[in-house]
């Protein structure tokens, strides 16, 4: 047992030996299967975005700007209580923002848990989008034929502004028909960055 006087007089060893603890907890609470949710914090050129993660596949990316308690309560209440911080769990998605930002990444090669999206119309709508590639456009109207609705396209504006996988799941890629940049949920500006890395800088920098 660590002493009082202990901790305030070796804070940083103290530190380090809570983050073992934590990790050997987090590590028995996967092994009994008591981990249904894990997050992390990925830092990133736009910010430090919350990631998470469950045994189907990542199920949310938030912006710098999302409160991460908030995030996780979100995660507790919509996909399981059980949420953990675990950053080793997330490390293959940290990486692949990391290797996106740094322009050598194309295409994330990783598997994608639906459970945050509402409703079949919005799940097809942000499927077709996960097929765009990198450096290609889409428009509104082109995911709403996809998702089986030609004429939704307001709808499809709307399910790509609930996206809870932006990035990844890349509905920065979906401009108007013409080339207007059209709306996103992080902030125009960042999806302009968005398609800067992609190529389009400067291009798409017009009217909303």
């Keep these: 047992m660590v002493s009082l006087e202990e901790q305030l007089t070796r804070p940083a060893e103290v530190g380090d030996a809570a983050r073992r603890a934590a990790a050997r907890f987090t590590d028995v609470a996967d092994a009994e299967g008591l981990l249904d949710v894990a997050y992390a914090s990925a830092d990133t050129p736009i910010g430090a975005l919350t990631v998470a993660s469950t045994a189907r596949g990542l199920v949310r990316v938030s912006w710098a700007s999302e409160d991460q308690a908030n995030v996780v309560a979100e995660l507790?209440?919509?996909v399981s209580p059980r949420v953990l911080e675990s950053p080793a769990r997330l490390d293959p998605v940290?990486?692949?923002?990391?290797n996106y930002f740094a322009g050598r990444l194309q295409s994330f090669d990783l598997?994608?848990?639906?459970a945050l999206v509402r409703g079949p119309f919005t799940r097809r709508v942000l499927q077709a989008t996960?097929?765009?590639p990198f450096g290609e456009l889409t428009s509104y109207r082109e995911v709403a034929s996809a998702a089986g609705s030609p004429a939704a396209v307001r709808a499809a504006g709307n399910a790509l502004g609930s996206n809870?996988?932006?990035?990844?799941?890349?509905c920065h890629r979906v401009v108007r028909t013409g080339g207007a940049l059209g709306g996103y949920g992080g902030g125009i500006d960042l999806k302009v960055h968005l398609l800067g890395i992609e190529g389009h800088g400067g291009a798409l920098t017009g009217g909303v």
């Design 130 to 132: 996960n097929r765009v």
């Design 111 to 114: 598997p994608i848990d639906w």
């Design 94 to 98: 940290r990486r692949a923002l990391e």
């Design 164 to 170: 809870p996988i932006p990035i990844v799941v890349p």
């Design 76 to 78: 507790a209440e919509r």
